[in-house]
């Protein structure tokens, strides 16, 4: 009932503008976590609103062709499979779980590794909010396939 | 140039405090629904446009208080629009004089007014048949 | 630090407060979302404000285009949930608002009574040229579907 397309053409019209550039403020929280506000959870809650937003508001076959149903178990997974293994890889090289600064790969410094290991596992973890989050959405909506 | 944000800031104060007030004692759903879309984004509005005019705003701000702006523009009176549809499809009344006194003191002109129109929905509208079918 | 910008942050608290009044005493679902609806767009002018107070705009002007975001999602899909189903039962815990009595003596005056004026004037004018007459808007769900062809009829 609460999926498929709204019955007002202005909700339409306006939900199919913004939720663009609501995935693109999602992606933009993501990447900045380490110099402004935000990070993982709060970037993938955004992409969850830039999903969802189309399934309230758009016709359900063209919602659920932006972002299939399977895609939010499937980004869930893919996203804690990111952060468990960005956070062994430190392991290997004998440090701690998430240390990054033990990374030693030639020509890069240590701070350098470790922007890029909290910017690894923040895309880790922003990807399995979104597909918690629309997989949540889609099973309260009977819509999940499992 | 401060002065010239002040003006503006305070003038959209206006419109959001009377906004806030309209909601507060306004009588129906859709009167109050008409101060939220209108005046308060009106208010938001001018609050942004002064703080344009602030000292304070630095170079990367700028683009980020137009998207607010420009979201905010687009967005409050869209979801407004959407509550205020649903409440109308679930059959919310708008607010009416029930005053039987005065309902009948211009039941009578009314009368006058539309007995040449022999209609079912104007009938209905003037209260006459609606005793044998209360909707 | 100005004490301008600060007094604007201290007057839109107060004005959160009183929406948040209108959240707690509405009558219908409907009051209590749209007062939210007021909340939340007070609330980005407080972030925003704050920002400049603190003379750290980018850093709250990011939260409150977050904030703007989600509190856009929140009244469409709540509005929709708490929309009227076709059977008539409606889902905010009160009797459904068209199961409840009309107010009788209601008299339409002004602007009412010339639009009702006009429109009995239109359906007996459809009814005289004998065109077939479709549903009144306000009783047809579905009255925003209409193709385009449909449009053209009189």
Redesign the interface.
């Known amino acids: 009932?609460?999926t498929g397309a709204?019955?007002?053409?202005?909700?339409r019209v306006?939900?199919a503008?913004?939720s663009p550039?609501?995935l693109l403020?999602g992606l933009y929280?993501v990447a900045?976590g380490h110099y402004?506000?935000?990070g993982g959870f709060?970037g993938g809650?955004?992409l969850a609103?830039a999903a969802?937003?189309p399934r309230?508001?758009l016709p359900e076959s063209l919602a659920y062709k932006l972002v299939p149903v399977h895609f939010g178990p499937l980004m869930g997974g893919v996203g804690m499979l990111l952060f468990l293994l960005c956070g062994l890889v430190p392991m290997f090289f004998g440090g701690m779980f998430l240390d990054y600064g033990a990374v030693e790969i030639a020509g890069i410094a240590a701070s350098r590794m470790r922007y890029l290991g909290i910017l690894v596992v923040e895309i880790g973890v922003g990807l399995a909010v979104f597909g918690a989050m629309v997989t949540i959405f889609d099973v309260l909506m009977d819509r999940s396939e499992t | 140039m401060t002065l010239i944000a002040d003006i503006i800031i305070g003038i959209g104060m206006f419109f959001i405090v009377v906004s806030t007030l309209a909601l507060l004692i306004m009588p129906d759903l859709y009167t109050r629904a008409h101060a939220v879309a209108k005046s308060e984004t009106l208010g938001l509005l001018l609050v942004f446009l002064g703080l344009f005019f602030r000292p304070e705003l630095d170079g990367p701000s700028v683009g980020r208080l137009v998207a607010v702006l420009v979201?905010s523009l687009?967005?409050n009176p869209?979801a407004v629009?959407?509550l205020v549809?649903a409440s109308s499809?679930s059959g919310a009344l708008p607010w009416t004089v029930i005053d039987q006194e005065i309902a009948d003191a211009e039941l009578g002109t009314a009368q006058e007014r539309y007995d040449a129109v022999d209609d079912p929905v104007v009938s209905e509208a003037t209260g006459g048949p609606s005793e044998e079918d209360p909707r | 630090m100005s004490p301008y910008l600060i007094t604007v942050l201290v007057i839109v608290g107060v004005l959160i407060a009183v929406g948040l009044y209108r959240v707690w005493a509405g009558p219908t679902v409907f009051d209590r979302l749209i007062a939210v609806a007021l909340v939340s767009v007070n609330g980005v002018i407080v972030l925003v404000v704050l920002g400049f107070v603190l003379e750290r705009p980018?850093?709250f002007l990011?939260?409150a285009?977050?904030y703007a975001?989600?509190a856009?999602?929140l009244p469409?899909?709540l509005g929709?949930?708490f929309e009227e189903?076709d059977d008539g039962t409606s889902r905010d815990g009160l009797p459904s608002p068209s199961s409840r009595p009309r107010p009788t003596g209601v008299v339409p005056h002004g602007l009412l009574a010339e639009r009702g004026r006009r429109e009995a004037e239109r359906r007996r004018a459809r009814a005289d040229t004998d065109a077939p007459s479709y549903p009144h808007p306000e009783d047809d769900?579905?009255d925003?579907e209409h193709s385009p062809e449909d449009e053209g009829q009189p």
Do not use: C
Not at chain 1, 6 to 11: A, G, I, L, N, T
């Open positions: 009932m609460m709204y019955p007002s053409v202005v909700v306006v939900g503008l913004l550039f609501i403020f929280i900045h402004g506000p935000g709060a809650g955004f609103v969802i937003l309230v508001t | 979201f687009v967005a869209t629009h959407a549809r499809r | 980018v850093l990011d939260i285009l977050g975001l989600l856009f999602l469409i899909a929709r949930y189903r769900p579905d925003e």
